[in-house]
């Protein structure tokens, strides 16, 4: 009866174990995509979408590609749209469009990816993208697309500030700091400035130790008193209609917020 339950007990565990990492393994996996809309890339759809997972895997973001003919809505457009439905609007996700038949490109990335990929990096990535799609090296350009990300992500958040990433999620997390010579320079600052105040209101009102000062009011003091009356005779109102700019263009770009650039090719 005992080794019953020991066995039993050992059976439960492995399966809950089990069912933990398969839980854990399908909430790790990021949500990738290749959508040859334009029929560009043949065979390579599938090494180019186990590339973008490895991508995904490290950054904690969704990566997707998508090649189209549309010539109804502009590649940006396209990009924030797309994304946001992938995604959702304003979460860890980067797409790279290539319209064939405006022959543009367009890179989009938000969430907490937009703090790698910035627009001066996009347009750095672009640089390389854009000649091999002139070229019609269409799954080298994408290839490149993964690697400049890599890359860039590698590199960590320009500009200096003091961040944590979490490792499950990627989320961002930044910490103000203050630098020891900006502190001096405020310090220094506020003291000039005290002293220039204490040095003016001393120099104005000061008078010498043990000093009287008697105002004579009665011989320098004078008051003159008049009436005066106003009377309203006439008032206007005047109205103006402010018009309402009604222009809906545009949709799918406010919200979440992003960095994004594309050009021609």
């Known amino acids: 009866m005992k080794k ?13 174990l089990c069912t933990l990492f398969a839980f854990a393994k399908d909430t790790s996996a990021q949500q990738v995509g290749i959508d040859d ?3 560009l890339l043949s065979d390579s759809t599938q090494s180019l979408e186990q590339e973008a997972q490895l991508l995904a895997n490290q950054t904690k973001a969704g990566v997707f590609v998508v090649t189209t003919m549309d010539d109804t809505e502009s590649p940006k457009e396209l990009a924030v749209n797309y994304l946001a439905q ?3 609007q ?4 980067i797409v790279l469009v290539i ?4 022959r543009k490109l367009y890179i989009w990335a938000t969430g907490n990816l937009k703090y790698y990929i910035t627009s001066s990096r996009i347009e750095s990535i672009l640089d390389v993208v854009q000649p091999q799609l002139s070229d019609g090296n269409y799954p080298q350009a994408i290839e490149s697309f993964y690697a400049q990300v890599t890359h860039y992500y590698e590199q960590g958040i320009p500009g200096g500030r003091k961040y944590t990433v979490d490792p499950q999620t990627g989320a961002v997390t930044f910490h103000r700091s203050f630098r020891p010579a900006y502190i001096l320079i405020a310090v220094i600052l506020a003291l000039i400035s005290a002293g220039a105040f204490v040095i003016v209101l001393v120099s104005r009102y000061q008078l010498k130790m043990g000093a009287h000062w ?22 206007f109102i005047t109205t103006r209609r402010i018009p309402r700019n009604n222009n809906s263009s545009g949709g799918g770009f406010s919200g979440g917020g992003g960095s994004g650039g594309g050009r021609s090719f």
């Open 4 to 16: 019953k339950r020991i066995l039993l007990t050992l059976f439960f565990t492995v399966i809950t």
């Open 37 to 39: 809309q334009a029929a």
């Open 86 to 88: 992938k995604v959702g």
């Open 90 to 93: 304003g979460n860890n996700g």
């Open 99 to 102: 319209n064939m038949s405006q």
């Open 214 to 235: 008697n105002y004579g009011y009665q011989e320098n003091g004078k008051l003159n008193l008049s009436k005066q009356s106003d009377t309203l005779v006439n008032s």
